[in-house]
């Protein structure tokens, strides 16, 4: 009989933990395919295109209270162009070409808030 109670509680708490996931969203929008994945809690965790199942244009990432940590751009699944990541409170300018960093600052903002 313990057995039993402890192999249904055990079954509740695996139930809970898969109820709990948050699926993410695609949405089509012209040619390419907006997708956003989520937090456990339902905040947005990370939101961006697929051009051809390949990462295109802007994504942005969030933390769990919604402040963005970084905004990073794909073309065709290559990372390209100017990244800004936030990171122990610093803000680092990545430039990419050809899918290989390029250049590297720290910039002066804290915040990724004005981008």
Not at 66 to 80: E, M, R
């Amino acid at each position: 009989m313990k057995k039993i109670k402890i192999t249904l509680f055990m079954l509740f708490i695996v139930s809970i933990s898969f109820a709990q996931e948050i699926k993410p969203k695609f949405e089509k929008e012209g040619g390419l395919v907006k997708a956003t994945y989520f937090y456990e809690t339902g905040e947005v965790k990370q939101q961006g295109f697929f051009k051809e199942e390949k990462l295109h244009s802007k994504w942005i990432s969030y933390d769990k209270s919604g402040n963005k940590t970084t905004i990073a751009f794909y073309q065709n699944g290559q990372k390209t162009g100017t990244w800004l990541v936030l990171n122990d409170g610093k803000v680092k300018q990545i430039k990419y070409g050809l899918n290989k960093i390029i250049e590297v600052k720290n910039l002066k903002d804290t915040s990724l808030a004005v981008y």
